[in-house]
């Protein structure tokens, strides 16, 4: 092993507590599960501490996702991100994320967590209007949503992601528009604007099975996505993944490491790993985790599906794949792989092939699942 | 006086409505005749089929020997032959009932006399049975057992004053009916140095013994080494082994003679050597005359079955031989479809046993099938003077060689609450039907009395019915023969192909709206494509509906899931694997369950 190069890692972290679960979540996380805070706490300190070679990286992002990590003490924040500077080399500009839910923070968490080293916060809005926030089972409202945008900007934060999502029940296409319209104002660093999924587990795919959920149409929902890209970029943000939208410089640098297939080291319930070529997920009983049993699943990726998720994953990208960027990550022409894949997507519109680089149309994006399927 | 041995024996039957009890007061007899303990019982003897006992009906006819001590002290061989509970298998009700001298009518105290009760009723009075009235669940808080007696005397016309009264669940006057049994049923008369004579009332395939032949004995012995002679098929086999039915399990004794009730083996390897309602005699010393009403079952419904997975065509041929050997009025021959590829044109008794063969596929053979409209067997009568027989539409000649073309009919019985009459006249005119009368039964409850065209009720026609009256019509029919029809082959276009698979003959009038059914029901199953997809009804050249389904917009996964890549792998991995699973037509995928989907064409 080649202890003298330091190789690039990213570093997530999962906080599985919520004040409450919204309708639409299957993330893993729980809202009656406070009294397991402190346990929890040290078992991802221990889990940090014993990973294996940690000389052997530079981590330039980290995320604390959740669940909700806002929810969290001051003190459950900081001493897990004092363990990883503690233990890992993390790099002058690495971009530090937490995400959070407003009426979780107040001015002094959120001093606390800038002085931490957090240097970008992730707000959940979803929707600008309150009838639609109860409906899709969030506990704050619209004005929460404003008054813990100002305490991130007051304590400093000048990178700020805002959370939107359409096609939600009863949302029409006034709503969403009033929504992106809305955010603008503030002027957000980033915005992510997600597409409802009907996730099965979750209430909402309950009600759906009893067709007591108001879904909305494809057409719809795709109206909904033409305007928040047309507005976005009108006012100078660059969409840069299919969901996503930043700034100049302010793409999710975090993000983009899964699209791009670069490594990262997940830590927490349920978090997965990609290290040299393995994918690790961690287990997802909470009690087995705080007894230090981490890890529940390793799986090599073969060839054929390193190709693929290479595709797949790369092909989130607004940019596109750069034809020798996979000739270098696997030393063969994407061509001699997907040639007949490539061509018959070009042929349907989804895909263009010019100046080396390989991405999806318009209409590739609203259907980038039945190009990625053929990738597999 | 001590009594002969055939005075000591009896063979009999239970008849009952649906769930009126007959599977617990059977279950309740054979406990009290002592052959079995508590916990050799199980739940429900006489039914050992799994899929039986989920339906809550019988399939196969079983019998069981008890042995019952009654206040005499004297010890009686009772016999009790089960009977199959639907109107499919009508011919192996009275074969069975044939096998008997008598029948336990059980009835519901609650619920009184049923169709379906009357129908066997009807057929054990046709085979000569002393019939007892038994009233069950006296037990229930709504039972009238007054009531009900007055329904079977004023309904049946049997007397029913002394009839006992009885729960089969709580234990209760049980003794009453076996009295009455050993009483009023006549014991057997035959004799036993005559000529074998006996009638087969059920047969299934054991893979170590061969068929085996359920039988009642009306003259004659049969034993281990006896040269035996099926008088139907003409087959000839020797005896291996004899003996009688315990609870759950086969005895062997030395001989069976006349009165008694049992099985043989004789090395059989085709159950279609050992048809119900056959005479069993001796090779060399024929009776003379077979027992009457043997009939070969024909098959009244066919459908396409073909697998879902095109490699696991051999496997469902396996599957279907293996059904056979216990299922001879199942029949089937390989099919070609250009849709669905190769599989097999299936015949069965009626609808129920369709469900019940494909539904055993399913479940025992683990195949995922697709199954085409049922359909009925057409005469078509040729200008050249030939006549087919057309049991799969897409068959049918081009219109300008047909002549004309017959359809079979079916008289059917519909009894039901009077307040329901007007609904169910309006559906039986709706599915063609021709109204030949009506009787009340009693003020509150009606026969309706229709010549219904059968290709009109293989379709849903039972749910239709059921739902219309909630549960409380029955429905009973028997083919009553075959009648001209304007009828025409309807064929569905899936962009602008035709699919062989869901083409289907209708009549004349009804095929638009068939038609533009048939295009709703597929346009709600087959997804969205990158492309627009017509989707088209037709007759010959001329299209009678259309639907569209639209381009694909959208199929995107928003979120990252975190870094769990393996689960967005999988995801599409699964999108993938759908796609295969699904039938190309052209460059259209269609759905299996598209095929499916469109059998079932509610009315409401």
Redesign the interface.
Known sequence: MDYSENNDLSLYIHVPFCASKCLYCDFLSFSDKNAYFEDYKKAVINEIKSFTNKQKYKVNTIFIGGGTPSLMSENFICDILECIYNNFHITNNAEITIETNPVTVDKKKANCFKKAGINRVSIGLQAWQNHILKIIGRIHTRDQFLECFNIMRNAGFDNINIDIMFSLPKQSENDWEETVENILVLEPEHVSAYSLIIEEKTPFYKLYEENKLDVVSDDIDRNMYEFVKKKLKENGYIHYEISNFAKNGFECRHNIVYWKRKEYAGFGLGAHSFINGKRYSNTINIDEYIKFNYIAETEKIGLRDSYAEFMFLGLRMIEGIERKSFKNEFGIDIDNVYKNEIEKNIKNGLLTDKNGVIKLTNKGIDLSNVVFAEFL | MSLSRQEKIRNFSIIAHIDHGKSTLADRMIQKSGLLTEREMQEQVLDNMELERERGITIKAQAVRLVYKNSDDEEYILNLIDTPGHVDFNYEVSRSLAACDGAVLVVDAAQGVEAQTLANVYLALDNELEVIPVINKIDLPSAEPERVKDEIEDIIGLDAQNAPLISAKADINIDEVFEKVIKEIPSPKGDETAPLKALIFDSFYDAYKGVIVFMRIFDGTVKKGTKIKFMATEKEFETVEVGFFGPGRFIPCDELKAGEVGYLTASIKNVSDTRIGDTVTEAQRPTENALSGYKKVNPMVYCGIFPADGAKYQDLRDALEKLQLNDASLQFEPETSVALGFGFRCGFLGLLHLEIVQERLEREYNLDLVTTAPSVIYKIYMTNGDMINLSNPSDMPDPSVILKMEEPVVSAEIILPSDYIGTVMELCQQRRGEYIGMDYLEQTRAVLKYNLPLNEIIYDFFDVLKSRTRGYASFDYELKGYQEAKLVKLDMLVNREVVDALSFIVHEQNAADRGRKMAEKLKKEIP?H?FEIPIQAAIGNKIIARETVSA?????????Y?????R??K???K??EG?KRMRQIGSVEVPQSAFMSVLKLDDE
Do not use: P, S
Request: hydrophobic share 35%.
């Open positions: 969205r990158l694909m917009r959208k199929d995107v996964l928003a979120k990252c975190g870094g769990d890549i393996t967005k792998r995801l599409l991995e999108q993938k796609k």
